[in-house]
T-cell receptor
Framework: GNSVTQMEGPVTLSEEAFLTINCTYT??????LFWYVQYPGEGLQLLLK?????DKGSNKGFEATYRKETTSFHLEKGSVQVSDSAVYFC????????????FGKGTRLHILP | KAGVTQTPRYLIKTRGQQVTLSCSPI?????VSWYQQTPGQGLQFLFE???????NKGNFPGRFSGRQFSNSRSEMNVSTLELGDSALYLC?????????????FGEGSRLTVL
């Protein structure tokens, strides 16, 4: 079946460090891929998405490239800020009404000033 | 435009009781999905409603149920509460199918079962 695997957290970095959060997926067909972010005390919000192979999603300085050959969608940011501290979820979906969105377990990110 | 509203935000119940949580989606959104979030299991899909019909269901026992009203507002109910039901319950709305991935989440209802 479809699944998403994320690196386990927590990930702790200093401000201005480079960030990578790994995400790999298993799916039949051609899923769409997403990163969601959950700030403390809030619900999830869509951060970026990619709908086909080699697409790059980007938002707020974050980027992720849909790599079909490695079934990956790693999240990167060149210089993190304290305000980026949150939980990040990788997710996939297929455009089929009977399929539900599959979320990874989330990776907690702590940025130290 | 107002976001997804969930009530109540926090509640405490005891084992054996039942609870009803409410979700008002973004105006115009017809699909409402419910998720259970716990530290150990992450986000687990409960069910999805569209136009008052349950369109998809996760692997939860029958104690978990939901419904959607004609104005797209949704409620979920958990009967005979167990300690393990303590979690953050998140509601998400989308225009049509949630499979486009563009879900809009509420802040959640945090349930504590004692």
């Amino acid at each position: 079946g479809n699944s998403v695997t994320q690196m386990e957290g927590p990930v702790t970095l200093s401000e201005e460090a480079f960030l990578t959060i790994n995400c790999t997926y298993t799916a039949t067909g051609y899923p769409s891929l997403f990163w969601y972010v959950q700030y403390p005390g809030e619900g999830l919000q869509l951060l970026l998405k990619a709908t086909k192979a080699d697409d790059k999603g980007s938002n707020k300085g974050f980027e992720a490239t849909y790599r079909k050959e490695t079934t990956s969608f790693h999240l990167e940011k060149g210089s993190v800020q304290v305000s980026d501290s949150a939980v990040y979820f990788c997710a996939l979906s297929r455009l089929n009404r009977d399929d539900k969105i599959i979320f990874g377990k989330g990776t907690r990110l702590h940025i130290l000033p | 435009k107002a976001g997804v509203t969930q009530t109540p935000r926090y509640l405490i119940k005891t084992r054996g009781q039942q609870v009803t949580l409410s979700c008002s989606p973004i105006s115009g959104h017809r699909s409402v999905s419910w998720y259970q979030q716990t530290p150990g299991q992450g986000l687990q899909f409960l069910f999805e409603y569209f136009s008052e019909t349950q369109r998809n269901k996760g692997n939860f026992p029958g104690r978990f149920s939901g419904r959607q009203f004609s104005n797209s507002r949704s409620e979920m109910n958990v009967s005979t509460l167990e300690l393990g039901d303590s979690a953050l319950y998140l509601c998400a709305s989308s225009l049509d199918s949630p499979n486009t991935g563009e879900l809009f989440f509420g802040e959640g209802s945090r349930l504590t079962v004692l």
